[in-house]
């Protein structure tokens, strides 16, 4: 473990580490590596060409200035994603449960690996490791797949364990988990159920048994209903979607970073609507999408003689379309979108969104009023996205792939004693309430929290975890986790 820096943001004491964990846990496990016992059991793991034996793990502790050298409980926040980086606060309030988190817990904000300051994985590191694979004579697609296999929730989880036992002296510590960070907190107590001594998930229990296919049977649907809420809130915005969508489709519109902007990217735009205020971030998204006239649709129209072809798009509609739809700063987003759902021997994902959407003529390119779409990774982003284009040949061999590392042990989830206290938001447009209650009525010593006052990113207020919270110590669930 290196300390690198110690600093305030205000209202906040931060110090940064890091240490170096495998990059294969496999035949490895956290607690004989924190002994110094590095062997592995069984087979070896073939080497990926290419890629390093270690990564760096970083992550931050925060706390508030005064308790900044206390002995204090601690809780581990597990970002949700995948491929997303820990938190950057600029106040406690910036992100509403870290002002609660600190009144009684030094709260660890780890970026996940491959993300952010942790070895972060990206078009480069597909680079490198297709021409170190071409030098050896293995084939680059393979390695780059084998590679990014690594960067799943087994990986991860045993990054946070080894954490734990290195770092904080075996301490067990309380899991928050946002989103992904649920399917991370099920694979934990999976594994290292010792570990933790409660767990809190907001929007994320994920459906065990995981199927890909199923996810998206419920997200299209949803998102249909998105769409038409946002067009009841905003009728207007239907003809100002339509104009923009037809324009479109005619070709030869660009984005900033040179990629073609096409309707099915124009879609992508819906990715936002599980949070809030989504529909009015897309109103005025769209209310500046017109270079003349002023700004209806059918000034546009107007000023382009008539052609819906030749409606000019401003240069900030365009740029903005590029920063909602763009992940450069996380490629793993897409990348691993539906890998996620793969659990020891499975099904190949076989791009199962693009399979539903192919289902749905609702969703079709050329239906109006536009239907957008949600958290749903497709082939055609590989080949049009720049940032994405590095990954694509192993994006495609992982999507028919049938063996990944055990994610969920269900008969011990089922006999779990971990207290776990889930906020289940009724209306989450990512990821199902029915699934996530069918999964909850099958882990032991699990409380749900049902509610359709918040949307996906509820956790970021300042009400969620504080409720969760005081419903785990009205239970004295929190009784071992505070005596640290």
């Given at each position: 473990m290196t300390l690198l820096a110690t600093y305030h943001v205000p209202g906040l004491a931060v110090e940064e580490h890091a240490i170096d964990v495998p990059l294969d846990w496999r035949g490895l496990e956290p607690a004989l590596l924190a002994m110094g016992l590095g062997m592995r059991r069984g087979a070896f793991p073939d080497p990926i060409p290419g890629a390093p034996e270690s990564l760096r793990l970083f992550y931050r502790a925060i706390s508030a200035p005064e308790r900044a050298h206390d002995e204090l409980p601690l809780l581990i926040y597990l970002q949700g994603g995948p491929g997303g980086e820990g938190p950057r606060p600029i106040t406690p309030e910036s992100d509403g449960w870290i002002a609660e988190a600190v009144k009684r817990f030094r709260v660890i904000l780890p970026d996940q690996r491959g993300t952010g300051r942790s070895s972060r994985v990206s078009g480069k590191t597909m680079a490198r490791i297709k021409a170190a694979a071409e030098a050896q004579g293995a084939e680059p697609a393979r390695a780059q797949a084998d590679f990014l296999k690594r960067f799943l929730a087994p990986s991860i989880v045993r990054d946070f364990e080894y954490l734990r036992l290195v770092a904080f002296e075996g301490r067990p510590w309380v899991t928050l988990g946002q989103s992904y960070g649920g399917f991370l907190t099920l694979s934990y107590l999976s594994s290292y159920p010792t570990g933790i001594g409660a767990a809190f998930t907001a929007g994320g229990i994920p459906h065990v048994p995981a199927d890909a296919d199923e996810v998206y049977a419920h997200t299209f649907p949803r998102m249909e209903r998105k769409t038409r809420a946002y067009y009841d809130r905003y009728p207007g915005d239907a003809t100002r979607v339509a104009a923009v969508a037809d324009r479109v489709a005619a070709g030869g519109v660009t984005l900033p970073d040179g990629s073609p902007l096409t309707v099915r990217r124009l879609q992508l735009l819906g990715s936002d609507f599980g949070m809030k205020p989504s529909?009015?971030?897309?109103?005025?998204?769209?209310?500046?999408?017109?270079?003349?006239?002023?700004?209806?649709?059918?000034?546009?129209?107007?000023?382009?003689?008539?052609?819906?072809?030749?409606?000019?798009?401003?240069?900030?509609?365009?740029?903005?379309?590029?920063?909602?739809?763009?992940?450069?700063?996380?490629?793993?987003?897409?990348?691993?979108?539906?890998?996620?759902?793969?659990?020891?021997?499975?099904?190949?994902?076989?791009?199962?969104?693009?399979?539903?959407?192919?289902?749905?003529?609702?969703?079709?390119?050329?239906?109006?009023?536009?239907?957008?779409?949600?958290?749903?990774?497709?082939?055609?982003?590989?080949?049009?996205?720049?940032?994405?284009?590095?990954?694509?040949?192993?994006?495609?061999?992982?999507?028919?792939?049938?063996?990944?590392?055990?994610?969920?042990?269900?008969?011990?989830?089922?006999?779990?004693?971990?207290?776990?206290?889930?906020?289940?938001?009724?209306?989450?447009?990512?990821?199902?309430?029915?699934?996530?209650?069918?999964?909850?009525?099958?882990?032991?010593?699990?409380?749900?929290?049902?509610?359709?006052?918040?949307?996906?990113?509820?956790?970021?207020?300042?009400?969620?975890?504080?409720?969760?919270?005081?419903?785990?110590?009205?239970?004295?669930?929190?009784?071992?986790?505070?005596?640290?």
């Amino acid at each position: 473990m290196t300390l690198l820096a110690t600093y305030h943001v205000p209202g906040l004491a931060v110090e940064e580490h890091a240490i170096d964990v495998p990059l294969d846990w496999r035949g490895l496990e956290p607690a004989l590596l924190a002994m110094g016992l590095g062997m592995r059991r069984g087979a070896f793991p073939d080497p990926i060409p290419g890629a390093p034996e270690s990564l760096r793990l970083f992550y931050r502790a925060i706390s508030a200035p005064e308790r900044a050298h206390d002995e204090l409980p601690l809780l581990i926040y597990l970002q949700g994603g995948p491929g997303g980086e820990g938190p950057r606060p600029i106040t406690p309030e910036s992100d509403g449960w870290i002002a609660e988190a600190v009144k009684r817990f030094r709260v660890i904000l780890p970026d996940q690996r491959g993300t952010g300051r942790s070895s972060r994985v990206s078009g480069k590191t597909m680079a490198r490791i297709k021409a170190a694979a071409e030098a050896q004579g293995a084939e680059p697609a393979r390695a780059q797949a084998d590679f990014l296999k690594r960067f799943l929730a087994p990986s991860i989880v045993r990054d946070f364990e080894y954490l734990r036992l290195v770092a904080f002296e075996g301490r067990p510590w309380v899991t928050l988990g946002q989103s992904y960070g649920g399917f991370l907190t099920l694979s934990y107590l999976s594994s290292y159920p010792t570990g933790i001594g409660a767990a809190f998930t907001a929007g994320g229990i994920p459906h065990v048994p995981a199927d890909a296919d199923e996810v998206y049977a419920h997200t299209f649907p949803r998102m249909e209903r998105k769409t038409r809420a946002y067009y009841d809130r905003y009728p207007g915005d239907a003809t100002r979607v339509a104009a923009v969508a037809d324009r479109v489709a005619a070709g030869g519109v660009t984005l900033p970073d040179g990629s073609p902007l096409t309707v099915r990217r124009l879609q992508l735009l819906g990715s936002d609507f599980g949070m809030k205020p989504s529909f009015e971030r897309m109103h005025w998204l769209f209310d500046h999408a017109f270079e003349e006239g002023d700004g209806t649709p059918e000034a546009a129209l107007a000023a382009a003689g008539g052609d819906p072809s030749s409606i000019e798009l401003s240069d900030g509609f365009l740029q903005a379309v590029l920063e909602r739809t763009n992940t450069a700063r996380n490629p793993l987003y897409w990348t691993l979108q539906e890998l996620i759902y793969a659990d020891g021997t499975s099904r190949p994902a076989d791009w199962a969104a693009e399979r539903a959407w192919r289902e749905l003529p609702g969703f079709a390119v050329d239906e109006r009023p536009l239907l957008f779409t949600g958290e749903a990774c497709f082939p055609w982003m590989f080949a049009e996205c720049p940032e994405l284009k590095p990954f694509a040949a192993a994006v495609e061999t992982l999507m028919s792939d049938t063996e990944f590392d055990r994610v969920y042990d269900l008969a011990r989830l089922a006999q779990n004693e971990v207290p776990l206290d889930a906020a289940v938001y009724f209306d989450d447009m990512y990821v199902d309430a029915a699934l996530q209650l069918d999964t909850l009525e099958r882990v032991g010593a699990s409380h749900a929290w049902v509610t359709n006052e918040f949307e996906h990113d509820g956790l970021h207020g300042d009400r969620v975890f504080k409720h969760l919270l005081k419903e785990a110590l009205d239970r004295g669930d929190l009784e071992r986790a505070l005596r640290g």
